[in-house]
């Protein structure tokens, strides 16, 4: 009995699916330099080390920085890595079978995008699950790969029927052939940065390296990344860096934060996946959006590497970390993704500007921009309680001439949005119907702003420029509550921007 409990201690079962150095390996040249690839899938991996240069010097960093550009790899991510590694391990045991399987996996879009990669050269019909917070960029490069896509709630808890985890399992089982490689809870995962990543690391470095810093999302990369260098190269710390909001650094971070979502895309997560091994990390730190996003732009702008938000988090955490070294010491910080994920996310300043996440344009020539929006200047809508039919609220959105209704909880407070577009797309694209619940007809990400943080004519204007409308709300500072107010359109801001103009006049 107490020899079963030892077998099943948690400690057992992350030595054995960490036993990285007796696992049959695959490690490449370390060159770039082939001629001639013979598939694209060949051409993964070997990214390049870039030295950076003018942001630690900003922040008065002393050592040396370097920047693994795993956002140069064929897919555009680190994840390709390890999509590919579980496909060939897959081929290899026989459970994958070209032109028969499908890959069916979870995903927060990169290791779709790797797998949509390796089923397209490979022939394999591919299908990805991801949350709704993942960009349209990202669905998009999945759909051209000729993947199939479902998208799940982002707010679902990864034990919750409907998470892009357990609708995954489900399908799984459900569809003859198909194959869930499961990057949460398969050794290619870790091993694949193990030889790799990790490898490439410690070559061009000469096996000299004080600190390596990764985010954390399925933990892939820093746990096996950690494993290789602290066989090769003891004295390096290894960093992760995981966002406020999520649990992978507990039980340190747990209950420091009330985050429930945030923007930064790939980590974090509300459990601990088994490619997890918390025991090579040295030290975990805690990101936020906006300081991710602001240090984003600035590698992008700065240093021309044309990376994603989860980059930002890496170089904040890795600056914050690499205080602490001197001199000629040498921190290496990897950037998993490309910016082509956020072509209409951070990169757009409208949206940044839209979430606070920097200061709203200054339009001085217009002087109607800081006006603050009033109550009479927005076009009323119609609410529609969380537990009617999508009939009713199609029938109600029409009676009601404007272009949403707000869609409101038990307390009247706003949950999410009912536009005729969004149901024709539910109806057309998704094969929805309008017997199913509103729940799959509401969109929870839409534009709004609240009164009670006296928005201006100016932020509408900005938000208009990414959006068709704003929803404006206005919020009870006890309750919480979410009002709606009414909406604002091009046609409504025009409209007040000519009253303005005129009493501004004084005709
Ligand atoms: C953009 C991005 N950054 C970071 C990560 C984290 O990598 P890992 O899953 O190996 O922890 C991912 C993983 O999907 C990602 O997509």
């Excluded at 869930?180 to 490439?200: M, V």
């Excluded at 934060?257 to 975990?284: C, H, M, N």
């Excluded at 007809?441 to 900005?462: A, C, E, H, I, Q």
Aim: some cysteine; glycine content about 6%.
């Amino acid at each position: 009995m107490s020899n079963h409990v030892e077998e099943n201690s948690t400690e057992n079962v992350v030595r054995k699916f960490f036993n990285l150095k007796e696992m049959p390996h695959i490690v490449k040249p370390l060159d770039r330099n082939q001629k001639i690839h013979p598939h694209i899938l060949n051409a993964i991996g070997n990214t390049p080390l870039v030295k950076l240069s003018k942001i630690p010097k900003d922040e008065g960093i002393k050592c040396d920085m370097y920047a693994k550009c795993e956002f140069l790899n064929p897919g555009g991510s680190v994840k390709d890595r390890i999509a590919y590694r579980m496909v060939l391990d897959a081929e290899e045991k026989g459970i994958l079978k070209p032109g028969k399987s499908v890959i069916v996996e979870p995903t927060s879009g990169n290791t779709g995008i790797g797998l949509a990669l390796a089923s397209a050269v490979r022939g394999y019909r591919c299908i990805i699950v991801l949350p709704e917070k993942m960009s349209d960029e990202k669905v998009n490069t999945l759909i051209a790969l000729g993947a199939e896509i479902i998208r799940t709630p982002t707010e679902a808890a990864w034990n919750d029927p409907t998470s892009n985890l357990m609708v995954a399992h489900r399908l799984s089982k459900e569809i003859p052939d198909a194959v869930l490689l499961d990057q949460y809870n398969n050794p290619c995962n870790p091993l694949a940065h193990y030889d790799g990543t990790a490898e490439e690391i410690l070559w061009s470095l000469d096996d000299d390296v004080d600190m390596v810093v990764m985010g954390a999302g399925t933990s892939g990369t820093v746990s096996g990344v950690g494993h290789k260098i602290k066989e090769r190269c003891p004295k390096c710390i290894v960093v992760g860096v995981d966002p406020y909001g999520s649990i992978l650094a507990q039980p340190e971070d747990l209950n420091k934060t009330d985050v429930q979502i945030y923007e930064v895309e790939g980590i974090g997560y509300d459990f601990l996946p088994a490619s997890l091994d918390r025991g090579v990390i040295d030290k975990w730190i805690k990101s936020e959006d906006h300081a991710s996003l602001e240090m984003a732009r600035r590698l992008i702008k700065d240093e021309g590497l044309l990376c994603g938000g989860s980059s930002g988090s890496a170089m904040w955490g890795a600056i914050q970390a690499a205080r602490s070294l001197k001199e000629g010491q040498k921190c290496v910080v990897l950037l998993p993704d490309n910016i082509r994920n956020y072509m209409t996310k951070f990169i757009s300043d409208q949206w940044m500007e839209a979430r606070n996440f920097q200061p709203l344009v200054v339009k001085e020539h217009l002087p109607w921009w800081s006006k603050p929006v009033t109550e009479n200047m927005v076009q009323s809508i119609k609410s529609v309680s969380h537990d009617s039919s999508p009939s009713h609220a199609l029938a109600t959105l029409k009676e009601s001439g404007a272009p949403v209704l707000s869609v409101v909880n038990d307390k009247g407070s706003v949950i999410g949005v009912f536009t005729a577009d969004n149901a024709r797309k539910r109806l057309v694209n998704l094969s929805g119907s309008l017997a199913e619940s509103l729940e799959k007809f509401t969109v929870k990400k839409f534009y709004k702003v609240d009164l009670t943080l006296k928005p201006t004519l100016g932020l509408v204007s900005r938000m208009l420029d990414i959006a068709p409308h704003v929803v404006v709300v206005k919020t009870d500072a006890s309750t919480h509550i979410e009002t709606p107010v009414g909406v604002f359109t091009s046609e409504n801001l025009l409209t007040s921007i000519s009253t303005e103009s005129k009493i501004m006049n004084g005709s």
